[in-house]
């Protein structure tokens, strides 16, 4: 069954960085398309990027262009989300996500439980 | 303020059919697939519904999605108490390049 298993959340300092994690299983993870979605403490969905399923097609919501980077390591079924210049906004739990194709992206089909990453000094 | 809209609350008791409006624009809903999710108190989201009216196995025929022009909506028959549940629509936006959530909708059982 597919399973995604993030890690690397944290509390961090703002203007510092982190990187996130995303091991994928289950599944042929060079054939999806995969995103990461987040969600602040108490409000709605909010999706941060996607890349396509060889690395080669990239997209970014607006808040996080130029600060965050998504990558994938085909050899070991992982996702990434480098974040830079973390802001006190970017706190919420980021999930992981599954597309329905590689590409183009259509849709979250399958979720991880999600990392806490909170910004605060 | 979400690209896409919903109405923050719904409400139904039990057996009743209750239904969950997501409104958008030709740039998103207007051109392309709208994708349902639930989220439980606590949980991960899960797919609930895919290009507009297509449901993945496992999810009851009791949901169910459409579409007309720059607007989508959920229906959920049969209400029981464990649909009690955030529900969010979502679609690519092509003025964007990127995909919109609505702003999410608390469904609950009375």
Redesign the interface.
């Known amino acids: 069954q597919v399973q995604l298993v993030e890690s690397g959340g944290g509390v961090v300092q703002p203007g510092r960085s982190l990187r996130l994690s995303c091991a994928a299983s289950g599944f042929r993870f060079s054939s999806y398309a995969m ?1 990461w ?1 987040r969600q602040a403490p108490g409000k ?4 941060v990027a ?1 890349i396509s399923y060889d690395g080669s097609n990239q ?4 808040s996080v262009k130029g600060r965050f980077t998504i990558s994938r390591d085909k050899s070991k079924s992982t996702l990434y989300l480098q974040m830079d210049t973390l802001r006190a906004e970017d706190t919420a739990v980021y ?1 992981c996500a599954r597309d ?1 194709s590689g590409w ?11 990392t806490l990453v909170t910004v605060s000094s | 303020q979400s690209v896409l809209t919903q109405p923050p609350s719904a409400s139904g008791t039990p057996g009743q059919r209750v239904t969950i409006s997501c409104s958008g624009s030709s740039s998103n809903i207007g051109n392309n697939y709208v994708y349902w999710y639930q989220q439980l108190p606590g949980t991960a989201p899960k797919l609930l519904i895919y290009r507009n009216n297509q449901r993945p196995s496992g999810v009851p025929d009791r949901f169910s999605g459409s579409e007309s022009g720059t607007s989508a909506s959920l229906a959920i028959s049969g209400l029981r108490s464990e649909d009690e549940a955030d529900y969010y629509c979502a679609a690519w936006d092509d003025s964007l390049s990127g995909w919109v959530f609505g702003g999410g909708t608390k469904l609950t059982v009375l």
């Open positions: 995103h979605v709605g969905l909010e999706w996607v997209y970014y919501a607006d999930y329905g183009p992206p259509s849709g979250f089909e399958y979720w991880g439980q999600g």
